[in-house]
C-alpha cells in the first residue's frame, strides 16, 4: 500500500506564477514531512520540512503547509523560477520507524519561460 | 566534504551476473541506506544501517545484500542480478536523531539485461 502519495505526476506553472505541489498519507504515525528536490543525473537533496505538529513552515520561496486532518501536506513556491524545474519527492517518518523515510512517486515540476 | 559518493556511476550487467555497489560518507553519519528509484514509484528502501555493525531490511530487499562495512561505508551486492533489477540506486545518510533529512549520493544507473 502506499501510504505516501502524489497523484500528480506532472505539474506546469509559468516563471513568476505560485507552484503548488500536493502531496496525502494514510499513515496516522507519521510525525515528520520533508520535502526533496531532484534534478536529472543528481540524488534528491532537501528542501524544507515540517513536524506534525505544526500547520505551516517558510524557508525563502517555500512553504510547506500541514493539514492533519485531512492527511495533506502541500508546498508552495513563490515566485517560481527556471531553475525550480526538477522532480519533487514528499517523505514521511513515523513515529515507528524513526530511522526510515517513506517516498511518495515525486512530482515533476517544469517552469516556463 | 566529498559528501556521498557511490561507484560506478553506470553498470550494465548480464541475467546473473553479481556485483557490489559502493557508497562512502565522510560526513560521520550514524545511519546509511540503500534505495532504488523506478519511474512512477518514487524512491523505495532496500535496506539500511542504522548504526556501525547493524543492518535491516526495507520496503523491497529481496535480491539484494548489503554490508556495512564500517561508519565510513556501505555496499550493496547483487548475488544473481535479474532484469526487474535494472533501476537506479542511490545511497543515502544521516546524522543519529534529530530532523530526519538525509543526505543523497549521486546514483548509480544499473542496467540488467
Known amino acids: 500500500d502506499q501510504q505516501v502519495k502524489q497523484n500528480s505526476p506532472s505539474l506546469s506553472v509559468q516563471e513568476g506564477r505560485i507552484s503548488i505541489l500536493n502531496c496525502d498519507y494514510t499513515?496516522?504515525?507519521?510525525?515528520?514531512f520533508l520535502w526533496y528536490k531532484k534534478y536529472p543525473a543528481e540524488g534528491p537533496t532537501f528542501l524544507i520540512s515540517?513536524?506534525?505538529?505544526?500547520d505551516k513552515n517558510e524557508d525563502g520561496r517555500f512553504t510547506v503547509f500541514l493539514n492533519k486532518s485531512a492527511k495533506h501536506l502541500s508546498l508552495h513556491i513563490v515566485p517560481s523560477q527556471p531553475g525550480d524545474s526538477a522532480v519533487y519527492f514528499c517523505a514521511a517518518r513515523s513515529i515507528q520507524g524513526a530511522q526510515k523515510l517513506v517516498f511518495g512517486q515525486g512530482t515533476r515540476l517544469t517552469i516556463n519561460p | 566534504n566529498a559528501g556521498v559518493t557511490q561507484t560506478p556511476k553506470f553498470q550494465v550487467l548480464k541475467t546473473g551476473q553479481s556485483m557490489t555497489l559502493q557508497c562512502a560518507q565522510d560526513?560521520?553519519?550514524?545511519?546509511m541506506y540503500w534505495y532504488r528509484q523506478d519511474p512512477g514509484m518514487g524512491l523505495r528502501l532496500i535496506y539500511y544501517?542504522?548504526?556501525?555493525?547493524?543492518?535491516d531490511k526495507g520496503e523491497v530487499p529481496n535480491g539484494y545484500n548489503v554490508s556495512r562495512l564500517n561508519k565510513r561505508e556501505f555496499s550493496l551486492r547483487l548475488e544473481s542480478a535479474a532484469p526487474s533489477q535494472t533501476s537506479v540506486y542511490f545511497c543515502a545518510s544521516k546524522t543519529h536523531g534529530g530532523v530526519n533529512e538525509q543526505f543523497f549520493g549521486p546514483g548509480t544507473r544499473l542496467t540488467v539485461l
Open positions: 544501517s542504522a548504526s556501525e555493525g547493524t543492518t
Open positions: 515540517i513536524s506534525s505538529i505544526k
Open positions: 499513515n496516522s504515525m507519521f510525525d515528520y
Open positions: 560526513m560521520n553519519h550514524n545511519s
